[in-house]
């Protein structure tokens, strides 16, 4: 196997290739560029930045223009002071990654999207679907779960969604290092499947970005913004939000806060679709099944190329 150069380096390194557009309303976007070719974006999730995409990268990038932006409130992108309802739901970020895309001069790319960073790249496809060749989505939440994330069953794993909705939260949280190391332990704890797939020097350095001015408080605004939004979504009818965009699902197994028989309404969403589970994955795809997510999106690249 070849050495992957990138493997220790700190998400800080130059060497990663940053970048930097602005978004809508002149938010600044900062963003991860590698290789050449046909452009594939990638939009992360949360607890996360455009990191999570640190091993796919690199395996990508000999055969295709490979981009990763922090949305913004998460990594280097900005954190603008807005109602989270104005400033921070999907279809404002969205905004953003077009933004990015006429700053490069990219009319249309495949997007890998994973947990909330696939909320994105749905709104796009439907918004925008002529910007969207393909989707690469992982555990993503999607309106044909309806109803069913309010039952217990999943409420008792989706807590902190609640927690950061409350206006306080992210002074708990982010009050120093430590309670920042603390709280997001849990999830890479709770969340990961194959936990040898984070290194605890990959943690720290998760730690050291949310550990910064204005972090903790920018992932909190999604949920808020997405609290205020949900409860119009329940009753989502297949024929208002069907994105035919050809679209490639891959699903861990052992994730448990959004767990894989949530995707059995797929196909009345979106009705080009493919899924393949992934065992002994749990919710950190990205990076606990690189090689997977790899395959799929040349495979979404190839067929819509």
Same mark, same amino acid.
């Given at each position: ?7 220790? +380096? ?12 602005? /978004?809508?309303? %002149?938010?600044?976007i900062?963003? $991860?560029?590698? %290789? ?11 607890? /996360?930045? *455009?990191?999570? *995409? ?22 280097g ?14 279809? $404002? @970020? ?10 490069? %001069? ?52 989706? *807590? ?8 306080? #939260? ?22 990961? /499947? ?13 730690? &050291?970005?949310?550990?910064?001015p ?6 909190f ?5 997405? @609290?205020?939004?949900?409860? /119009?979504?329940?009753?989502? &009818?297949?024929r208002d ?9 891959? *699903? ?9 028989? +949530? ?33 799929? $999106? ?5 067929? #819509?190329?």
């Amino acid at each position: 196997m070849t050495p992957d150069p990138f493997l220790d +380096l700190h998400p800080d390194d130059p060497a990663w290739g940053h970048g930097e557009a602005v /978004g809508t309303g %002149g938010v600044r976007i900062h963003f $991860v560029r590698q %290789g050449r070719g046909e452009p594939a974006i990638l939009l992360h999730g949360w607890p /996360g930045f *455009w990191y999570d *995409w640190r091993r796919v990268l690199p395996a990508l990038a000999p055969e295709a223009d490979v981009i990763a932006p922090d949305l913004r409130g998460f990594g280097g992108s900005d954190a603008p002071e807005l109602p989270p309802e104005e400033g921070y739901n999907p279809v $404002v @970020m969205a905004g953003d990654v077009i933004a990015l895309m006429d700053q490069l %001069g990219i009319e249309s790319a495949v997007f890998a999207a994973h947990d909330i960073g696939a909320t994105v790249a749905q709104a796009l496809a439907r918004g925008v679907p002529d910007r969207v060749r393909a989707l690469v989505l992982l555990n993503p939440p999607y309106l044909g779960i309806g109803k069913r994330r309010f039952e217990y069953r999943f409420q008792r794993e989706a *807590w902190y969604q609640h927690l950061h909705a409350k206006p306080w #939260s992210h002074e708990l949280v982010g009050y120093n290092r430590d309670t920042v190391r603390i709280y997001l332990s849990h999830f890479y704890d709770h969340w990961l /499947g194959r936990k040898e797939a984070l290194r605890p020097a990959e943690l720290e350095a998760i730690v &050291d970005v949310y550990s910064r001015p204005g972090r903790v408080e920018g992932g909190f605004n999604y949920y808020r913004a997405r @609290m205020i939004q949900r409860a /119009g979504e329940s009753e989502a &009818d297949p024929r208002d939000f069907t994105i035919e965009t050809p679209t490639i699902v891959r *699903w861990g197994e052992l994730d448990p806060i959004i767990p894989p028989e +949530l995707s059995d309404r797929l196909k009345e969403f979106f009705p080009n679709s493919s899924l393949e589970l992934l065992p002994g994955v749990g919710h950190f795809v990205p990076f606990e099944a690189p090689d997977e997510v790899v395959a799929a $999106v040349r495979e979404a690249l190839a067929s #819509s190329g």
